[in-house]
């Protein structure tokens, strides 16, 4: 029989190799999903991103060939783009207005031949001069695009740090390919930093890892050795009392079960802190991917139309989210929406609306109806959040030009419609009913239309803002809601930004819920 104190030392031993096997084997599982997560990460935002990009680059060449027309003959001399005298300085004009307000870093438009017609944006401060690719070659890369029903084109810059987007103005009458072409160039660093940072990151927890590895061996080692020192104690105090008939003699300490009980404890705890680890990138990435899903805070003009959003949130991650889009016939559809509850399960919901609303403006060739949007989102949410996770939605259709609204709820708080008048501006609410996403598979939504005037002023909002809470347990509510519409000025930003700041004001910076808010003005 083995001597007892090599019966120790080996059981620690074992404890330790045990326990390390256990932490590897979890912080190896979590490596591999945390690396086919960014790689899922990367490029759903790449997709999102391009997607983002081409939009806005077709919504120009829109305005573009609206306030310039092309007509054949009417050519400037030894011009071959058929653009007419004078267009080029309207068009660079537009081209800069565009440029504060979109995400190109800069502009050029190109005649058939690719020589410059008009730009915006200087290509030295923005770096675009090092990676900068010919007009020439440009038009030969939108000739040679592979798919010809496309009419847009993506050319990655030689750096592979921006893209060129190309797209004609407007089709020449005589099929020659001489029409104008814009040229958008926009930057992917942002990507690139998210996937250095996501490669920092899990290096880190690499090194961590290990580092966690070498502790749990040397504390193993220093657990055997006070055990085996406790055991020695104990026989020896054991050798030098008075012999006891009434006990056994052979009567020996219950070290065994005391040591597989802590080790069990032990490789318990560690794989809860692997978890835990796991759980901790998951809601990393599920921010980025949320982050990253929702439109930039700046403000968006479309004509007398703008609108300027945000997303507040209390957590890592929460169920707040709002969107938009640039429907075909020069419309503008805005969506906001808030899940039930809050956490990962919350915002991959809001994802997942969110693709929802992508998919329904391309099933329905950029022209959904409101209603169109809220049943196919109604669906999507059904299934996927199995009726325990829920959605009240607000959407809305806009005519820049006309004011002509309409708009479906899905649950959700009547947005504030703010119109001038004599003294203080009247405010009413947009009032139309239906069901949560998610609340039945059969969910049908009412669409009410109406008209803005000039002047008009519309605030979408998520509860997280009338909800709010201050230390003495009152309610933001909607009358200081009210107070700060009426006396905020007209500017979208500023009218969002100053909600935002009288809600935390009254909270004391402290947040129960998200709050987002959308700021709409009819100029």
């Known amino acids: 029989m083995l001597p007892l104190s090599k019966i120790v030392t080996t059981v620690a031993i074992s404890v330790a190799l045990a326990v390390g096997v256990v932490v590897w084997q979890a912080q190896h599982q979590a490596n591999q999903f945390a ?9 759903v935002l790449t997709r999102e991103q391009r997607g983002r990009w081409q939009r806005e680059t077709v919504h120009l060449v829109a305005e573009l060939g609206a306030a310039e027309p092309v007509q054949a003959g009417a050519a400037r ?5 058929g653009v007419t005298t004078g267009a080029p300085a309207r068009m660079a004009s537009l081209l800069r207005h565009a440029l504060g307000t979109s995400e190109f870093e800069r502009a050029r438009i190109l005649d058939g031949d690719g020589a410059e017609l008009a730009r915006a944006g200087d290509p030295a401060s923005s770096g675009v001069a090092s990676s900068a690719i010919s007009g020439a070659a440009l038009i030969a890369a939108w000739r040679e695009r592979p798919d010809p029903e496309q009419p847009i084109a993506e050319v990655p810059a030689p750096d592979e740090e921006r893209l060129y987007l190309i797209h004609p103005i407007a089709p020449s009458r005589d099929g020659d ?6 040229v958008t160039v926009y930057s992917t660093a942002p990507l690139t930093a998210i996937a250095a940072d996501l490669e920092r990151h899990y290096r880190a927890e690499s090194q961590t890892s ?3 590895l070498v502790l749990i061996g040397v504390g193993a080692e220093l657990l055997a050795v006070i055990l085996l020192f406790l055991y020695m104690r104990r026989v020896a105090d054991g050798a030098a009392a008075p ?25 318990a705890l560690l794989q809860e802190t692997a978890a835990k680890s796991r759980m901790d990138k998951d809601l990393e990435i599920v921010q980025t991917v949320q982050t990253t899903l929702l439109p930039p805070d700046h403000l968006v003009q479309r004509g007398p139309l703008s609108f300027a959003g945000k997303l507040h949130s209390v957590g890592t991650c929460g169920g707040d989210w709002w969107t938009y889009h640039d429907l075909a016939d020069g419309k503008v559809l805005l969506a906001l929406g808030d899940v039930t509850g809050h956490g990962a399960s919350a915002a991959m919901i809001t994802a997942a609306a969110k693709a929802t609303c992508d998919l329904a403006c391309d099933l329905h060739d950029n022209r959904p109806s409101v209603s169109a949007v809220l049943s196919l989102m109604n669906q999507a949410v059904f299934y996927a959040g199995g009726r325990r996770l829920l959605m009240t939605c607000f959407a809305m259709v806009i005519d820049p030009i006309s004011g002509e609204i309409e708009f479906a709820n899905a649950g959700h708080n009547f947005p504030w419609l703010a119109r001038l008048g004599k003294g203080e501006p009247t405010l009413t609410s947009l009032i139309a009913h239906g069901a949560r996403l998610g609340d039945s598979r059969d969910s049908r939504y009412e669409v009410v239309r109406s008209t803005l005037v000039r002047g008009d002023r519309l605030l979408l909002y998520t509860d997280g803002v009338i909800e709010c809470e201050n230390t003495h347990g009152a309610q933001y509510g909607s009358r200081r809601m009210r107070d700060v519409i009426a006396t905020t000025e007209h500017d979208p930003m500023t009218l969002r930004d100053e909600m935002i700041r009288s809600v935390l004001a009254f909270s004391g910076g402290t947040l129960q819920d998200d709050l987002t808010l959308v700021a709409v003005r009819f100029a």
């Open 35 to 43: 690396a086919q997560s960014a790689s899922v990460l990367l490029e």
């Open 77 to 81: 001399p030894g011009a071959t783009s």
């Open 177 to 182: 390919g001489a029409s104008p072409y814009l």
């Open 210 to 212: 290990l580092m966690l």
């Open 243 to 267: 012999a006891d008939q009434s006990e056994p003699a052979s009567h020996e300490p219950r070290t065994g079960p005391a040591l597989h009980h802590m080790a069990g404890e032990l490789a």
